[in-house]
């Protein structure tokens, strides 16, 4: 009897051994296990807390990942792929996001959890320039209270207002020229200039006085930018300006607007019209002398450049932006402005 129970346990101890070295598999692999690049759990808390980009390490991974009954459990690297990235040029900022609005930041001044500041607008029939934002449902009638039916021709909607305007289209616009109705024009003086007999020309439509000889002058615009200049040189231009014999101190260069008054664009060679103001140039019942198809500069600087100013060219009225060491003609005016 004490024979047959040492074999057994024997036997059974046998059997435990056998069975662990199996599922222990070999206590002396010759290689080292697989490894693999990851992101650890900081390198996820890091991206989420502060949108750091993290950087994986090394280390060995089991071969297959465990699985639960909702579906498969992912690894890190896979977590890490759901996770935000900062975003500098893209990013939303609180400032482009509705006020109260909840938002995930992703620049690095605004990471996180963040909530919207912009401004909910409401536009009026005040608003002149209108700031970024929201804006409030409205209707466009209430901001522009000229947007309705009757101010638009018949069928034809704009912004959603269909017009019912049914008369003459183009609307008609008083005889005057004026945009409203009541306000009277300027009458066309006949004779439109006034010869005075010493040399000078009054333009009765504008009040304005040129010299009769147009082509007294001609210099570079720096020679002429002050009224001082340009009298001097009207003084001492005999005798090319022979008919000249008033006595005046304040000449000056035309404005554009003044200069192209006188352009008659009915004709060209040159485009400056008859006595009357009506009709096409001619020697012999013209105001002015010795006109030439030329340009004449204006005492109007360029906006886009100190060193630039208008010209007219009165062949045809082309205007130019010309540099101003150019020699043109000169035609002076006085008065007005």
């Known amino acids: 009897m004490r024979f047959v129970v040492s074999l057994t346990v024997s036997v059974l101890s046998v059997f435990v051994f056998v069975s662990f070295a199996a599922y222990a598999g070999d206590l002396n692999p010759t290689t080292a296990p697989g490894a693999t690049n990851s992101y650890g759990v900081n390198d996820i808390y890091n991206r989420l807390d502060t949108g750091a980009v993290g950087a994986q390490s090394v280390f060995t991974e089991p071969t297959t990942g465990p699985t639960g009954t909702a579906g498969p459990v992912h690894t890190l690297n896979e977590v890490m792929e759901k996770a935000p990235v900062k975003d500098d ?125 147009a082509n007294c002058i001609s210099k570079q615009w720096t020679d002429v930018d002050t009224s001082a200049k340009v009298t001097n040189l009207v003084d001492t231009a005999l005798p090319v300006c022979a008919n000249y014999t008033a006595v005046y101190s304040d000449w000056r260069l035309p404005t554009l607007r003044e200069l192209q008054s006188l352009v008659y664009y009915g004709d060209y060679d040159p485009a400056v019209p008859n006595t009357a103001g009506i009709g096409k140039w001619d020697t012999d019942g013209a105001p002015f002398n010795a006109v030439q198809s030329a340009y004449c500069w204006s005492g109007t600087t360029t906006a886009g450049g100190a060193g630039y100013a208008w010209s007219v060219s009165m062949n045809d009225g082309v205007v130019s932006a010309d540099v101003k060491t150019l020699t043109y003609y000169v035609w002076p005016v006085r008065g007005g402005q």
């Open 89 to 213: 040029t893209d990013g939303a900022t609180s400032g482009e996001v509705m006020t109260g609005k909840k938002f995930w930041g992703l620049t690095a001044g605004e990471w996180g959890l963040q909530t919207g500041i912009l401004a909910t607008q409401t536009p009026d029939n005040t608003t002149v320039n209108q700031s970024a934002g929201n804006y409030v449902a409205f209707d466009l009638s209430a901001v522009d209270t000229d947007l309705i039916a009757g101010n638009i021709k018949d069928t034809v909607e704009i912004f959603g207002v269909t017009g019912t305007y049914t008369g003459d289209y183009p609307a008609p616009v008083p005889d005057t020229g004026m945009a409203e109705p009541g306000l009277n024009g300027v009458d066309w003086p006949n004779p439109r200039f006034t010869v005075n007999g010493d040399g000078t020309v009054t333009d009765e439509l504008t009040g304005l006085m040129w010299l009769q000889d």
